[in-house]
Antibody, heavy 121, light 110 residues
Framework: VQLVESGGGLVQPGGSLRLSCAASGFTFSKFAMSWVRQAPGEGLQWVSAISGSGGSPYYADSVKGRFIISRDNSKNTLYLQMDSLRVEDTAVYYC???????????????WGQGTLVTVSS | QSVLTQPPSVSAAPGQKVTISCSGSNSNIGNNFVSWYQQIPGTAPKLLIYDNDKRPSGIPDRFSGSKSGTSATLGITGLQTGDEADFYCGTWDSSLSDVVFGGGTKLTVL
C-alpha cells in the first residue's frame, strides 16, 4: 500500500487549497478513505472521510461547510477541497486508508507521509 | 480536550516493560474496538494494534493490546531506543458518530 499526498502549501486566511492523495497497492474502490490532521505540536484529529463507493461523506464540525471530500475511483485518487481556510486549519494533513468500505467503527491501517497546510497572512 | 484520556508521558529503561493507558466511556471504548498508533517524531502514524488486541503483520509481538470495560492498555516489552515515539489510542464514538483519539503519550526509553 502506498499513499502519496500533494497540494499543501502556504495560503492566506480565507483562501483555498485542494489536497490530493494518490493510492496504489490495493483495490482503492473497496475501502473507505479519510483525512486526518495534526496541528503543530498537537494530537490527531479526524477531519473527513468517504466510503469506498464515494457516498456518505463525513466532516468534523470544525470543517463542515468549508471542506469537501471526494474520490475518483478510476484514478485511485482521494481529494480534499478546502475553502475559507482559517489560521486554526494549519496542520499536517494525512491521507489514511480505512479498514473496510465503510468508515463507521473502522481504523486506519495505512497512512501517507502527510502534506503541510499553513494558513497565515 | 481529547475524548479519550492518555498519560502525557511514560518512560522506562531499555529491556524493560511499559504500559500506556487509554480511558474513555461506554459510548466509545466500552462498546467499540480500540486501535493504537505509533508516531516516531517527524514521520506519519503507523497502525500498531487493531480490534483491541490484534497486531498487523510485521508488528513484533513485543507490542500487545488489551481492553477492559471503558479502558484500554498498550503494552510494550523488551524496550528499545527505537521505540521512542508518541502513541495514540483511537476508537469509534457511537454518540458522536466520530472516530476519536487520545491526546497521545510520549514514550522515552532512558
Amino acid at each position: 500500500v502506498q499513499l502519496v499526498e500533494s497540494g499543501g502549501g502556504l495560503v492566506q486566511p480565507g483562501g483555498s487549497l485542494r489536497l490530493s492523495c494518490a493510492a496504489s497497492g490495493f483495490t482503492f474502490s473497496k475501502f473507505a478513505m479519510s483525512w486526518v490532521r495534526q496541528a503543530p505540536g498537537e494530537g490527531l484529529q479526524w477531519v473527513s472521510a468517504i466510503s469506498g463507493s464515494g457516498g456518505s461523506p463525513y466532516y468534523a464540525d470544525s470543517v463542515k461547510g468549508r471542506f469537501i471530500i471526494s474520490r475518483d475511483n478510476s484514478k485511485n485518487t482521494l481529494y480534499l477541497q478546502m475553502d475559507s481556510l482559517r489560521v486554526e486549519d494549519t496542520a499536517v494533513y494525512y491521507c489514511a486508508k480505512m479498514s473496510s468500505g465503510s468508515y463507521y467503527g473502522g481504523y486506519f491501517d495505512s497512512w501517507g507521509q502527510g502534506t503541510l497546510v499553513t494558513v497565515s497572512s | 480536550q481529547s475524548v479519550l484520556t492518555q498519560p502525557p508521558s511514560v518512560s522506562a529503561a531499555p529491556g524493560q516493560k511499559v504500559t500506556i493507558s487509554c480511558s474513555g466511556s461506554n459510548s466509545n471504548i466500552g462498546n467499540n474496538f480500540v486501535s493504537w498508533y505509533q508516531q516516531i517524531p517527524g514521520t506519519a502514524p503507523k497502525l500498531l494494534i487493531y480490534d483491541n488486541d490484534k497486531r498487523p503483520s510485521g508488528i513484533p509481538d513485543r507490542f500487545s493490546g488489551s481492553k477492559s470495560g471503558t479502558s484500554a492498555t498498550l503494552g510494550i516489552t523488551g524496550l528499545q531506543t527505537g521505540d521512542e515515539a508518541d502513541f495514540y489510542c483511537g476508537t469509534w464514538d457511537s454518540s458522536l458518530s466520530d472516530v476519536v483519539f487520545g491526546g497521545g503519550t510520549k514514550l522515552t526509553v532512558l
